[in-house]
């Protein structure tokens, strides 16, 4: 069975309806072509073009399904700022210098990095990178977003890519646009993930009867919509690659495979000639996810509740993994792997904090806008820093030496 046919079924061939058709959908599927690897299930259950969880709508944020960093406040984005204008210098300060945010969602951490005004602001070319075509069109709302041709290269197709007049000139920046897909680069500058990598459909692997088996979705009966779990004993390369990852773990011991993470990190790599590649999530390795319960790490949100199992109501709720970033290194090592926390405090945090902690002590007992501003930073850095949370994700870094 191919994965791509099971795909187009689910996608068009077995008819559309409402967002909780999407599960019957994906039921018809597998009891036509056979039981569904859970990267399958998942790339259907989040991004399904009707019906996946972000394309109908699921997001970050206060009045979205789960919190994230740029969404607490704009702290984060005045940080990411400050590393940006870092890169830049280190560069050389190129014009144009191209970021690429990847996962840019509604575009809220590009709206707060260009409130933060950092000194790149000229020479920057910030390029959205979003899959789901709702979020695409919500950055317009917050962003003024241009074509890409006019941001990124050659205004005409057939325009000469050496001629300056199809270009934007030096020092106009910044200007945005948005695509659904890295661009093809070469670029000079930086490329940013923040939480993509756990949205990335991984498949499912258990460890019982001393072998590797690989956790698939199937139809539970012939005429039910429920989905179940089956699992199969896996191909002899996979299970050799499983071993390899996590050696013979405990009886039931679950780790992903997470190839998406591992090509996205590739094509990322690819496309910087100079700079950095910059991957913010929850990651740990993967013989340590062996050990733990697989629930804490396979995890599923829904208007900030921890939700339903993942195989239940698929489309409506968000379905994440902590990142094995043993995995991504097998590409390349990062060149830099440290917690959030950590992170912030060597690009500064402690310093905006700190300012803000006066303001708020001088102004508590007026309470004005001022005040209650200095007062939600001081807690955003809380949150953006604390170990048991956002502070313990880890800030993974490839540095590309242009000149190497
Ligand atoms: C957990 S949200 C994070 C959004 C944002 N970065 C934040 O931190 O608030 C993950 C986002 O990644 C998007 N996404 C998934 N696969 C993608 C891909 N290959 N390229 C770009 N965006 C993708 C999803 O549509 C979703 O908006």
Redesign the pocket.
Known sequence: MGHGVAMDAIRGGLGGGPRSGLGARIAASARRFGPLPWSTFMEAA??DPADGF??AG????REGD??????LGPLFAAVVARALDRCWEELGRPDPFVVV??????G??ARDVLAAAPACSPALRYVL????AA?RGAQGDVLPIELPAFVLGPIAADSDPDDDDARAMPGTGPLLTSL???PAGPITGVVL????L???AFDLLEWRHGRWHEVLVAAAAPAADELVELLVEAPPDVAAEATRLAGEPAEGARIPLQR?AVE?LRQALATVEAGRVIV?DYADTTDALARRRWGDWLRTFRQHQGALSPLQSPGTQ?I?CVVAWDQLAAVRPPDDNRTQAEWLAEQGLHSLVEAARALWRDRAGVGDLAALVARSRVHEAEALTDPGGLGGHRVLQWIIDGAA
Do not use: C, K
Request: no cysteine; glycine share 8%.
């Open positions: 989040l991004y972000y394309q699921g997001r970050a944020g789960f919190v994230t960093s740029p969404e945010e990847a996962a840019a969602g509604a809220t951490l990178v979003e899959r789901s979020l659904a897909e890295l993930a923040n939480e993509l756990d949205n990335l998406a996205w913010i968000d994440t």
